[in-house]
């Protein structure tokens, strides 16, 4: 790994935030509504570790940061249907505050990191 690269420890903290959202997803309440939101969550809270893992393996900067878009993208949207799962009173807002900073921190960081490439370009 060169200085330009970003440290590996993404790579499995991504990861733990998929396996996290994946036991949020498996505590849900069993209504449609839990249901309907808890699957869009999983999904593009589980994606984002799987698109990191494609960052990484990019052949380009110009590929790298587009896989970071990919990233920034879902993590967005799990924000979103996080919200959801709270706002609608689905979930208590204390339940998810954790995975939702998270969320946040992800964000922060992925940004600044593709930030900082394409201004090495």
């Known amino acids: 790994?060169?200085?330009?690269e970003p440290p590996h420890d993404l790579r499995e903290r991504t990861k733990?935030?998929?396996l996290r959202i994946v036991?949020?997803?498996v505590?849900?309440?069993k209504t449609d509504e839990a249901r309907v939101l808890g699957k869009q969550v999983l999904r593009s809270g589980t994606s984002v570790g799987a698109n990191y893992?494609?960052?990484h393996r990019s052949?380009?900067?110009a590929e790298f940061i587009a896989k970071l878009g990919d990233c920034l993208k879902e993590l967005d949207e799990t924000s979103y249907w996080l919200e959801l799962l709270t706002e609608s009173g689905i979930v208590p807002p204390t339940k998810l505050a954790s995975l939702q900073d998270e969320t946040n921190q992800l964000l922060a960081i992925l940004t600044t990191?593709?930030?900082k490439t394409k201004q090495s370009l």
């Open 1 to 4: 790994m060169n200085e330009d």
């Open 16 to 18: 733990l935030f998929g």
């Open 23 to 25: 036991r949020m997803f």
């Open 27 to 29: 505590a849900l309440p």
């Open 53 to 55: 893992r494609e960052a």
């Open 59 to 61: 052949r380009s900067k």
């Open 113 to 115: 990191i593709s930030k």
